[in-house]
């Protein structure tokens, strides 16, 4: 197989991946679906002259898409589903993050997996920065020791683009998931750097804020998850909407630390790290400076798309692995749930009135039934009669006239668009 046919599953996140399987040397764009149809109508315009099929239906696309690989990037509570579909009817699997929203939903996902024999690749790409490349190869090859705290934190205010990302639906799942569920861009890199599996988990909710009835997201403003590995090692994770955007990961070994700068949204610097040693005279440390390293060759320098190329890393990489290259670096679905199970169940420990909640290992068949029926989610559609909160303490009471406020703004950014398309054209 020289490239791998793909078919894409949305056309909002899911542009980067179109754009990769355009000009990638290892992929070809074959099928897209998105029950948007004003928004599959204006990419099909888009790719104009391409031999590309357009669906709204994801089972129809499922049967005529033509693909081998089938991205998702729909909503993220609704992507086990849909990847657990694709693989039962034959298809390779990329999925964006997150991998499932509940336990059941995590089980079955596993067993899809393992009864396909279909490559399934996470799509954590915090894990494909340059400054996180660099400190897993380094890691990896015993520079710092044997690993023993870290820190990892993705804060991100998104208040300035909500409308566009909620659309000023109160049932979006960005306004309805709890603090804990979008954890893996912070967590995720220390799991893939380190390789070592989450043990147990203790959580910590910061409380709704003026932020939340201005927007109309119903969790905390953030969380916090004090995670315990198998080797004892502790990590800590934040991520959240608190005021400042920032991005920064530290992993302590015993013979030393790295660090990355504290970017604050500065894609630039996440080619860089700070590397501290323990010197053999007196444990003086002495700080040096890694300057922006490139990927190792194998990940390919051809264009660069979405955060900072990491998009790019990561999908060159999942191709590979369909190819059948075994040195392609991929996230599977066992190590995807040890980037996003600490996450919910630190929620479960907030809920537990802060009690240490032990992580599951799904590689283990023995400890799947006791979950093969848990629906404990905030999504009423799916949890039944385990349905949570999005907020421990109770979800806030939002005014109805924000979400108006958010689907106004909304579709005057569309409107904004369209007249600049129009325009663009004459």
């Known amino acids: 197989m020289d490239k791998v046919k793909v078919g894409v599953l949305g056309v909002g996140r899911g542009g980067s991946m179109i754009e990769y399987a355009k000009m990638a040397s290892n992929a070809e764009l074959v099928a897209i679906c998105d029950k948007w149809e004003e928004g599959l109508e204006s990419r099909q315009k888009s790719n104009e002259g391409l031999e590309i099929q357009y669906f709204t239906d994801y089972d129809e696309f499922l049967e005529k898409g033509g693909m081998d690989l089938v991205i998702l990037a729909n909503y993220a ?9 694709a693989l039962n009817a034959g298809y390779h699997v990329y999925s964006e993050v997150l991998p499932c929203q509940t336990m059941k939903e995590a089980v079955e996902l596993v067993e899809a997996v393992e009864r396909s024999g279909k490559v399934y690749s996470f799509g954590e790409n915090y894990c494909y920065f340059d400054c996180n490349l660099e400190m897993k190869a380094r890691f990896r090859k015993g520079e710092i020791g044997t690993f023993e705290y870290a820190e990892g934190e993705y804060i991100h205010n998104g208040e300035y683009a909500w409308p566009s990302l909620t659309y000023g639906d109160p049932d979006h799942w960005r306004n309805t998931v709890h603090a804990f569920f979008y954890c893996t861009h912070s967590l ?8 070592l599996r989450p043990t147990k988990v203790t959580g910590f909710e910061m409380p709704v804020t003026d932020m939340n009835y201005r927007c109309g997201f119903k969790s905390g403003i953030a969380g916090v998850e004090m995670v315990t590995f198998e080797n004892g090692g502790i990590c800590k994770s934040i991520h959240g909407a608190l005021s400042m955007m ?36 007196g444990d003086n440390p002495h700080e040096k400076l890694i300057e922006e390293t490139l990927c190792p060759s194998y990940f390919g320098n051809d264009f660069t798309i979405g955060h900072g190329g990491a998009d790019y890393r990561i999908l060159w990489n999942t191709m590979e692995k369909i190819k059948g290259n075994p ?43 006791q979950w093969r ?29 924000v979400y108006d406020k958010m689907k106004k703004e909304w579709i005057a950014a569309l409107e904004k668009e369209k007249e600049k398309a129009m325009k663009k054209d004459i």
């Open 188 to 195: 995720g890199p220390i799991v893939h750097i380190t390789g």
């Open 246 to 281: 920032s991005v920064a990961y530290m992993i302590y070994g015993s013979k030393g630390r790295y660090e990355t700068a504290r970017v604050a949204s500065k894609q630039g610097n996440w080619g860089k790290i700070y590397a501290h040693y323990v010197q053999n005279e």
């Open 373 to 401: 029926n848990d629906t404990t989610c905030t999504d009423p559609k799916v949890a039944g009669d385990m349905l949570v909160p999005s907020y421990s303490k109770g979800n806030p009471e939002i005014d109805p006239a």
């Open 77 to 85: 509570n609704e992507h086990a589903p849909f990847a657990i579909k």
């Open 327 to 369: 040195d392609a670096d991929i996230i599977d679905v066992y190590e995807a749930l040890d980037m996003y199970l600490p996450g919910m169940f630190a929620y479960r420990s907030v809920l537990n009135g802060g009690i240490s909640m032990d992580i599951p290992n799904l590689r283990n068949k023995e400890e799947r039934d």
